[in-house]
């Protein structure tokens, strides 16, 4: 029998709820979303879905998730922006238990596709020296000099795929993320990334009439961002490809975190005053996707524009930040 159920881990978090949504969205009929928190935390959850709460760490749980499974769309991860990851090595190098076993419990259920999610953490650091930003290429990953503990386990595990698929003929597909933003994913809490925070600290301001806003780092910091929409897209792209290389996924607009905080305050309609926290986690000096072989390969590449994605990011958080401070409902 053909295995057909189609696996999204990490479905409760940001990416995987987004994936899960999009193959509802395009009619998969069987689908199976898991993620380790309470299904009631989930940004996006469907009654039409095999819904389940795991820890996907354990090998067990991982075999009974796989069963019946065609295609896995990895996305469970204990991760955060730079604040989380800096300071939480250990746990950012335990996510292998998840790829090793999720791995493992595909290849012996007989899962045909597996999609994993890397990121462009797994770069050498001295590609990215510098405010003046060089676009990396897939092939500046060696030799390994990547971000310690979060960047290190994603190249590991990129590896990993690269060994199913030689060694046991899984069909492996990898995408390295660029900073994906959007709405339905964590804005609050200590996890959030660049975008979302600097969103919920415009609106803060905004709401409490208190002018003022703390930029992590001195704001030159180039980076690209990519809204979750392009994400979804070339994932779908890329499961339905021949590439089995690591692949960029990522925007190539790059803009400094001063530049971004123009366009959210923009948008709020509103002047802040700014101040430097240059002992903050801040990440490398400078980041972008080059984009030449996605547009070799896929004849695609991400083209949401900052502003234009933004705009909705901002629209959601506030629509969470007021839901929260008038004590409804709100998943951070
Ligand atoms: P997220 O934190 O929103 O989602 C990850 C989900 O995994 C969470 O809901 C979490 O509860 C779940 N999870 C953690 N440990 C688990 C476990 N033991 N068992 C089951 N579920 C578990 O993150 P995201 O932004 O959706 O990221 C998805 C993937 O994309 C991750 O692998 C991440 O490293 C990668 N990625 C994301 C970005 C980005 O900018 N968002 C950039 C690069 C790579």
């Known amino acids: 029998m053909v295995a057909s159920t189609v696996l999204v881990t990490g479905a409760g978090g940001f990416i995987g709820g987004q994936i899960v949504a999009d193959l509802r969205q395009r009619g998969e009929p069987n689908l199976r979303a898991v993620d380790l928190k309470p299904i009631e935390e989930w940004y996006q959850c469907f009654d039409d879905v095999d819904n389940r709460q795991l820890d996907l760490r354990l090998r067990s749980p991982c075999m009974d998730v796989c069963e019946g499974v065609g295609v896995v769309y990895q996305m469970a991860c204990d991760m955060g922006g730079m604040g989380f990851i800096e300071s939480n090595k250990a746990l950012c190098m335990l996510n292998v238990l998840i790829n090793t076993h999720l791995l493992e419990a595909a290849n012996v259920c007989g899962t045909e596709s597996f999609f994993y999610a890397s990121s462009a953490c797994v770069y050498r650091a001295d590609k990215q020296r510098g405010y003046d930003v060089t676009p990396l290429k897939e092939d500046d990953v060696y030799p390994a000099m990547p971000e310690d503990g979060y960047g290190w386990e994603k190249l590991f595990s990129e590896r ?25 994913g964590t804005w609050d809490g200590g996890r959030e990334k660049a975008p979302a925070a600097i969103c919920r600290k415009v609106i803060e301001a905004k709401v409490r009439g208190d002018h003022r806003i703390e930029i992590w780092g001195d704001g030159n910091q180039g980076r690209s961002f990519t809204y979750i929409d392009d994400c979804i897209e070339g994932i779908r792209r890329l499961m339905e490809s021949s590439v089995s290389d690591p692949i960029n996924l990522g925007s190539s607009e790059t803009v400094s975190i001063n530049d971004l905080v123009d366009v959210v305050e923009e948008i709020a309609g509103i002047r802040l005053e700014r101040t430097y926290k240059l002992d903050a986690p801040k990440g490398v000096d400078g980041r972008s996707s080059d984009n030449t072989m996605i547009i070799e390969k896929l004849g695609w590449a991400p083209s949401t524009s900052l502003r234009d994605g933004i705009e909705k990011t901002y629209a959601w958080i506030f629509d969470q930040y007021t839901a929260r401070e008038k004590g409804l409902a709100h998943k951070v």
Do not use: I, L
């Open 160 to 184: 990993m795929c690269r060994h199913f698929m030689e060694d046991f003929g899984m069909r492996t597909r990898v995408a390295r993320f660029h900073n994906v933003y959007g709405p339905h």
